[in-house]
């Protein structure tokens, strides 16, 4: 069966320190990945999408940017973090040319202080 | 921007009543999706419905789907306790690898 995983699941950065958020999944091959962020009380915003090694889209310029160095290896990054950083970002997988469904990790609690 | 809006934000019950939930869009679709989300976790699939679709079931979950009037909505029936979360409604556009999410509806069902 397939499993996704994404970690840490807390993490507190300061202002201005570089971020890495990685996501794997495992018994699946080729999926699409996503990279969402969730603010409190909200929907989620999709911020990268990926349907293959090396190939990112970017849906929300902003001071994340993401790459997929293996097939089932999501990671988001920045390089300096803003205190807007801070929210729930969610990483989550599909099958390719199936019906959009997503299954998603557990999410990555992220506090910029 | 958000497509889907779902309503009422949020909502309380008691357990053993049912619970709808309301989602409406703006563009075409190829498929809409309801998503649970327990407080502070990942989101879990609940259930799809294609746009040829009206109507669709699982378990104590009931979906429909008017294309018209650009609305869903989704029906837990004799609800649980465990049934406490956010749900979210999520649309696909065809042709699309994007879901684009509502803002959640937060259901508390108290025993």
């Known amino acids: 069966s397939q499993t996704i995983h994404q970690w840490p699941a807390t993490l507190v950065q300061p202002v201005g320190s570089p971020l890495s958020l990685e996501c794997t999944v495992e018994g699946t091959s080729n999926p699409n990945l996503y990279w969402y962020r969730q603010a409190a009380g909200r929907g989620l915003q999709l911020l990268f999408y990926?349907?293959?090694?090396?190939?990112i889209s970017s849906e929300v310029p902003q001071n994340l940017s993401a790459s997929r160095p293996q097939d089932r290896q999501f990671i988001l990054s920045s390089k300096k973090l803003l205190l807007s950083d801070s929210g729930f970002y969610l990483c989550a997988w599909s099958v390719r040319l199936a019906k959009n469904i997503q299954y998603f990790g557990a999410g990555t609690r992220l506090s910029v202080l | 921007s958000q497509q889907g809006e779902e309503d009422p934000q949020a909502l309380s019950i008691q357990e053993g009543e049912n619970a709808t939930m309301n989602c409406s869009y703006k563009t075409s679709i190829n498929n809409l999706q309801w998503y649970r989300q327990n407080s502070g976790r990942g989101l879990v699939h609940l259930i799809l419905?294609?746009?040829?679709?009206r109507e669709k079931h699982s378990g104590r979950l009931r979906v429909t789907l008017d294309t018209s009037k650009k609305s869903s909505s989704l029906l837990i029936t004799a609800s649980r306790a465990a049934d406490t979360a956010s749900y979210f409604c999520a649309t696909a556009g065809a042709g699309s690898y994007q879901l684009t999410f509502g803002k959640g509806t937060k259901l508390s069902v108290i025993p």
């Open positions: 990926s349907v293959g090694i090396g190939q």
């Open positions: 419905i294609r746009s040829n679709e």
